[in-house]
């Protein structure tokens, strides 16, 4: 059982960066696609960014391309995600998630074995 734990969020205005974070433990992240699923009031949950087992794949929801870049280290057992030229679409919960699918069948899916608690980010304007 993988336990994913989040943190980075918080309160930041329109333009500015966040990087958000998410530590594993309970096994190796090595064996999974990671991703950030974002989840904001009203809307519809979305997968914003994933990346496949070695780093060599990723996807990035329209909305965020450009501006976002996940990246992992399997070695450390961590994935980050580096937010850049925040829009206040941009907020809602983030969360760390990890599945044996691809990066595509996750953002097609929303659905993962594992889910961290999220991490709020919230983008004044």
């Known amino acids: 059982q993988v336990q994913l734990v989040e943190s980075g969020g918080g309160l930041v205005q329109a333009g500015d960066s966040l990087r958000l974070s998410c530590a594993a433990s309970?096994?190796?992240?090595?064996?999974?696609?990671m991703g950030w699923v974002r989840q904001a009031p009203g809307k519809e949950r979305e997968v914003v960014a994933a990346?496949?087992?070695?780093?060599?794949?990723?996807y990035y929801a329209d909305s965020v391309k450009g501006r976002f870049t996940i990246s992992r280290d399997n070695a450390k057992n961590t994935q980050s995600l580096r937010m850049n030229s925040l829009e206040p679409e941009d907020s809602g919960d983030y969360y760390c998630?990890?599945?044996?699918?691809?990066?595509?069948?996750?953002?097609?899916?929303?659905?993962?074995?594992?889910w961290g608690r999220g991490t709020q980010v919230t983008v004044s304007s």
């Open positions: 309970g096994g190796a992240i090595s064996k999974y696609t």
């Open positions: 998630v990890a599945d044996p699918a691809t990066t595509q069948r996750l953002a097609a899916t929303r659905l993962a074995r594992f």
């Open positions: 990346i496949g087992r070695n780093g060599a794949v990723t």
